[in-house]
Nanobody, 124 residues
């Protein structure tokens, strides 16, 4: 199974920026989907962004388009989420997820493997 190590969460004022990272290890897959999800207190899990790790095809939730960017670094086996112009409604625990790629769009995948989560708090 794949292990996912997340980092980069913290507290920031509205309009600020944060960068999250997720390092993957322990897998033997030829390719994988990776994604970022978030969950605010009392709310359901929301899909934020996804990426085909080898091909680089990306997907974003409408709520973050134009503000968040997902990308990968193959040599480091790491995916990043750059968050800009953060808003109070972005406050949540952010989770990295991964799944073996077997075709199609990573945005549509059901992810099985999850990181531990990292807290992002946006407040003034």
């Amino acid at each position: 199974a794949v292990q996912l190590a997340e980092s980069g969460g913290g507290s920031v004022q509205p309009g600020g920026s944060l960068r999250l990272s997720c390092a993957a290890s322990g897998y033997t897959w030829h390719n994988l989907c990776m994604g970022w999800f978030r969950q605010a207190p009392g709310k359901g899990r929301e899909k934020v962004a996804s990426i085909n790790f080898n091909g680089g095809v990306r997907g974003y939730a409408d709520s973050v388009k134009g503000r968040f960017t997902i990308w990968q670094e193959h040599a480091k086996k790491t995916v990043y989420l750059q968050m800009r112009n953060l808003k109070s409604e972005d406050t949540a625990v952010y989770y990295c997820a991964a799944e073996k790629y077997e075709g199609g769009s990573c945005w549509q995948y059901d992810y099985v493997y999850w990181g531990q989560g990292t807290q992002v708090t946006v407040s003034s």
